[in-house]
């Protein structure tokens, strides 16, 4: 009963905070005023964030933040964003207590002011900028790390989660499952639920090790209750488990304390956004060029053999005199599709308006040509690297050589197979498997049926991020409907040409076989023409006989709506120059960067086609 006129009396606060403290002269005068809304401060890691996000603001004066706390409750939650929009904040930065719960009133939050995500993105897309860690692939790089650690033997590991059902330990889990999957040897034989608390962890595991005995590893997702389940194996008197947790937080009893004094055998970084958030607030506020859409904070392993070999040094960064202008070596995939000519160009528009002088290279669609580049970009001791790799294998050695000449690296558009991430500033550019994924619930959702329904893929370069990406998100959601059958997948190389191309064998194949094809999915908007000229071409009328989605949005991907030819087209902006322009300035002016930044994209329907072509560029 107490706690009711106190939380009347902090909401009262927060509005005379608001009411008297904005002075707009003198030597106390502040410009911007943002209101934080945290889903709880009680967890260390949220009272890092709020810690984080306060010492960043300590640095611009035109700034005053005002924090509330829900007590992990999505009701107070909801109640505490009303009061910050009506009391008049100019941006909103909120880590919601649970997604689903607060979607509506961060919708309602961005149709008033600009709104950052931390920490967990909510359903759609009514926000500004999400920032946050990739929990799917830091558990994926937990059971990379477990299986390495115990070899061909295999073990036994026992999980120690967050709060039940919440969506990071539902993530974490899946990716360290997936991680784990194929290694016959590893079991989990135990999952324990702490809800991130050191001595919940410590009770729990205390029973498990009484009724069950020795394990080999605990994989706990924080690291306060990875300590907790190790004290409660020393207070049994049991020794040799190893105990990997996440979070990396400094301080006494934070997991870089935890894993230099040997309490933990390993931590995986996960980021707390509080630093990151203030800066990109300040970058929308000032109505700043290039803001992307999410930014994915990175993930780094830390041992006392990693941090010894410098898991804990930033990327070094060049000493440049205040005139020096910006030399980028860009090495361009080639000029495959329209959305290729389409990037090349914003690169050089962006670069010329930055001032950056921009050294480019086209690999005409050649892995060794590409590589090649790169090199000949150390030789001349560039500033920055940049490329958009063609296929993801083959770059460990050259960024590693690129690395020991100190010359950071920045990856576009797509992603490259090195686990070293260290090897890089940042990757930038599309979310692939979310636009696979976007491709089928759209799919699913203009079909409505529980009918038999086959698909075609026509694939990109066969090897390359987004051949390989689009496929998984693909057939992840397709996954819920037994119904959609992919039938046929061939690579086209995401030429035109070559779409149609293929098109025209697989329609052979298909009347050969007596086969029907219901949808064509085409992982870009070139192929998808091509395929439509190769169905026109036989009498099939495409968008009407056959449903076609496919990626890219380019213009003639909306005339080809505009015509009933094509049904939809999952946006992939290749307007990247900005952003890349912008990323490469700010680190080389100190700044630090996240480890991918994502780019904003919607879904356009064929319906909307002919209001939004006069506002495409490409």
Known sequence: MKTAPLRLAAVALVLLALATCRPSTGPNAFEWVIGV???NLTEQWRINMRDEIMSEAGHHRDLRIVFTDAADSSARQIQDVHTLLDSGIDLLIISPNDAEALSPVIAEAYRRVPVILLDRSVTGFDYSL???P?????????????????????GKVVEVLGRSGSPPVLDRSIG????????KNIHIVGKL???WLRDRAEDEFTVWLKRNGRVDVVFAQNDTMADGARLAAEKLGISGIRFVGIDG?????GGIDLVKSGAISATFTCPTGGKESVVYALDILHHEEGIPKKIILRTSLLTR??????ALDAFPRPRLPPDHRIVLGFAQTGAESNWRIANTESIKTAARQAGIDLVFVDSESDPAKQVAAVRSFISRRVDVIAFSPIVESGWGEVLREAKAAGIPVFITDRAVDVKDESLWVTLMGSDFVEEGRRAARWLVGYLKTDQPVNIVELLGTIGSAPELDRTSGFKEVLASHPNYRIIVSEGGDFVRS???EVMARILGKLAATGERMDVLFAHNDDMAIGAIEAMKAVGIRPGRDVTIVSVDGIRDAFKAMIAGELNCSVECSPLLGPQLMKAVKDYMSGKELPGRIVTSEVVFPAEVARAVLHTRKY
Not at 305 to 310: F, I, P
């Open 176 to 183: 360290f499952e997936e991680a784990i999957s194929g290694k």
């Open 37 to 39: 809304s945290m889903a």
């Open 249 to 253: 937080l400094p301080g006494p009893r």
């Open 193 to 195: 639920v702490a809800d």
């Open 130 to 132: 999400f920032i946050g």
């Open 498 to 500: 070559e779409g149609r």
């Open 305 to 310: 053999d990693t941090m010894e070999h410098g």
């Open 134 to 154: 990739d929990n799917r692939l830091i558990g994926k790089q937990v059971g990379q790390y477990v299986s390495d650690v115990l070899g061909p033997g295999g």
